[in-house]
C-alpha cells in the first residue's frame, strides 16, 4: 500500500431495517411512503433508516403486513439522560 488514507465515517444509534432476501428488500423500497424514510442500502439485505423515521418506518411495515422483530430501541433522549448514570457498561443502546 502506498500509505494512502481511506476516508471513513462512524455513525452511532442509527436505524436498520433487515430482511431475510433481496426480493424484500426490493418490494419495501418500491413503496414511496417507506423509500422516503431509508436513507440508503448498505447491503442487498440492509437498509438504513433515515434518522427520526424510525415510527414512520414501523407503521408502514405494519400497513403492508409485516410485523418486525424491535431490536435495541433507543430510549428517548431526556430518559437516556437521567439513566445514564444509573447503568453499567459502556455504551448505551442501539437502534435496530
Same mark, same amino acid.
Request: glycine residues 10%; without cysteine.
Given at each position: 500500500?502506498?500509505? &494512502?488514507?481511506?476516508?471513513?465515517?462512524? !455513525?452511532?444509534?442509527?436505524?436498520?431495517? @433487515?430482511?431475510?432476501?433481496?426480493?424484500?428488500?426490493?418490494? @419495501?423500497?418500491?413503496?414511496?411512503?417507506?423509500?422516503?424514510?431509508?436513507?440508503? /442500502? @448498505?447491503?442487498?439485505?440492509?437498509?438504513?433508516?433515515?434518522?427520526?423515521?424510525?415510527?414512520?418506518?414501523?407503521?408502514?411495515?405494519?400497513?403492508?403486513? !409485516?410485523?418486525?422483530? @424491535?431490536?435495541?430501541?433507543?430510549?428517548?433522549?431526556?430518559?437516556?439522560? &437521567?439513566?445514564?448514570?444509573? /447503568?453499567?457498561?459502556?455504551?448505551?443502546? &442501539?437502534?435496530?
Amino acid at each position: 500500500m502506498s500509505g &494512502a488514507r481511506i476516508p471513513v465515517k462512524v !455513525h452511532r444509534r442509527v436505524s436498520l431495517v @433487515l430482511v431475510e432476501d433481496e426480493t424484500l428488500a426490493e418490494e @419495501l423500497l418500491a413503496r414511496k411512503k417507506l423509500a422516503s424514510d431509508v436513507a440508503g /442500502r @448498505l447491503t442487498p439485505t440492509a437498509l438504513l433508516v433515515r434518522p427520526g423515521r424510525v415510527e414512520s418506518v414501523q407503521e408502514e411495515l405494519a400497513r403492508m403486513g !409485516h410485523t418486525p422483530k @424491535l431490536v435495541g430501541i433507543a430510549e428517548p433522549e431526556a430518559t437516556a439522560q &437521567a439513566s445514564k448514570g444509573q /447503568r453499567s457498561g459502556n455504551g448505551g443502546p &442501539a437502534s435496530a
